[in-house]
Structure formats: C-alpha cells, structure tokens
C-alpha cells in the first residue's frame, strides 16, 4: 500500500518558500546529485501537489532543471485545486477539487510505492485527515526570516512524530558560521 510522504527543503528558521513564495534562495542551496534525494526519488510513484505549488516560483524555470525536483520527476502528479480549470493535455498530470479523490487517485498512481506531498497546505490537510504517513525535511543552511512555514497551524498544535531511522532519534544539532 501506498504511503503519502511530505518532503520538503527548509530554511534552517522553518520556511519552504519565501515571502510570496519566492523559492529563488533554493538555486545556490541544490546540489544536482544528492543521495538522499536520488534513493528517494527511486521510491515515490506519483506527486500529490497543491495549485499554489505546482503554479508557484520555480527557481529552475526556463531551464532542463524546471520542475519537481530539479526537473528530474517525470511521472503521476496530482494536483488538488478549487479551480480546476486547466485542459492540462499531459496524461500525467491530473486536476482534482477534493482531498480524499486526490488522495485516492495519488495511492493508486504511486503502485505501492511513495506518494510524494509537496505544499504545506495539502500537507496540512493530510494531517489534519490523518492521512499523511511520513515527513522528510531536508534543512538548508539559510534563515528567510518570512515565508511559507513547513507547517503552520493558527493557536498552535501539536502533532508527535516518531522517528524512522532509531539511530536518529531526539533533537537534531546543527552547527553552523554566518557566512560574510
């Protein structure tokens, strides 16, 4: 059975998109070939996208790294919207308005491997349905200061998570020099 993953890159002060989305500070941040990223890009059968994401700032555009993961995805991606006005024209990619038929329809894309969240808010609202598996985040050695926050709920929450790995268990220490 599939399991919905929510990955993403964050600023070491917690944000994964800028103000406005701006995602421009990932272009000196990405490394073409990472490992953790190629063992998981080998796993993840289809993407589970928000419009804000899937339309928003690609610090790739206009080149062969545009898109999901520095251009390197190429399969399933569903993208939950309210509007689903686009005539998309690629097999791949597939319009839905409700979370549980974009859940469905990811599940059954992936083929028992990974369905890949991208997009706070529809990672929000797999959590919130309690259908959200795992969390990656990769941290990133910059403080945004404002920004998209890896997940925000208003009044605060809280939600336990377990680690995958038991050797990587408790806090993470990151040690790092301001860069002049």
């Not at 689903?84 to 024209?89: I, L, R």
Request: charged content about 20%.
């Amino acid at each position: 059975m599939s399991k919905l993953l929510y990955s993403a890159t964050m600023s070491l002060d917690g944000f994964i998109a800028g103000v406005d989305g701006d995602m421009s500070w990932l272009s000196d941040l990405l490394v073409r070939s990472n490992s953790e990223v190629d063992d998981l890009m080998s796993n993840i059968g289809a993407l589970l996208v928000g419009k804000t994401t899937f339309a928003g700032d690609d610090p790739n555009a206009g080149t062969d790294d545009e898109g999901a993961f520095g251009g390197q995805w190429h399969g399933p991606t569903i993208v939950l919207t309210h509007h689903p006005d686009e005539a998309p024209g690629d097999p791949d990619l597939t319009f839905t308005t409700d979370l549980s038929t974009a859940v469905l329809a990811a599940k059954q894309a992936a083929n028992g491997k990974y369905v890949n969240v991208l997009g706070a808010s529809v990672a929000k609202q797999c959590l919130e349905a309690q259908l959200l598996d795992e969390i990656l985040v990769l941290v990133a050695p910059i403080l945004l200061g404002d920004g998209v926050r890896l997940f925000e709920h208003a009044g605060g929450t809280r939600i336990k998570l377990e680690a995958i790995d038991p050797d990587r268990t408790g806090p993470l220490s990151l040690w790092y020099r301001v860069a002049r």
